[in-house]
Nanobody, 121 residues
């Protein structure tokens, strides 16, 4: 089994910054990709940013230039640096990962428990 544990959420004023972390642990052979999703009240969960094989990154348009996703291979940890935060960034942020748990196996998908980010004055 694989566990994803997020941290770093909280309350921040508009224009402020936060850094989210998500550490993967457990039966990990390799990690194919890690992603951040968010879900605001009354809205569907949406993907925010993703990184594949510690290489290419992708972002939704609304966070480009403000958010940066990065990955520490030695720690199996993905980060989301969020700058210039806006009220519309308020949501529960979830870590998601495609993890290979053994040689020759296809990746399985895992979710973290979520961390609340609130942007408010």
């Amino acid at each position: 089994q694989v566990q994803l544990v997020e941290s770093g959420g909280g309350l921040v004023q508009p224009g402020g910054s936060l850094r989210l972390s998500c550490a993967a642990s457990g039966n990990i052979f390799s990690i194919y990709s890690m992603n951040w999703y968010r879900q605001a009240p009354g809205r569907q969960r949406e993907v925010v940013a993703g990184i594949v094989n510690n290489g290419p990154t992708n972002y939704i348009d609304s966070v480009k230039g403000r958010f940066t996703i990065s990955y520490d291979d030695a720690k199996n940890t993905v980060y989301l640096q969020m700058n210039s935060l806006k009220s519309e960034d308020t949501a529960v942020y979830y870590c998601n990962a495609d993890v290979v748990t053994g040689w020759g196996r296809d990746p399985d998908n895992y979710w973290g428990q979520g961390t609340q980010v609130t942007v408010s004055s």
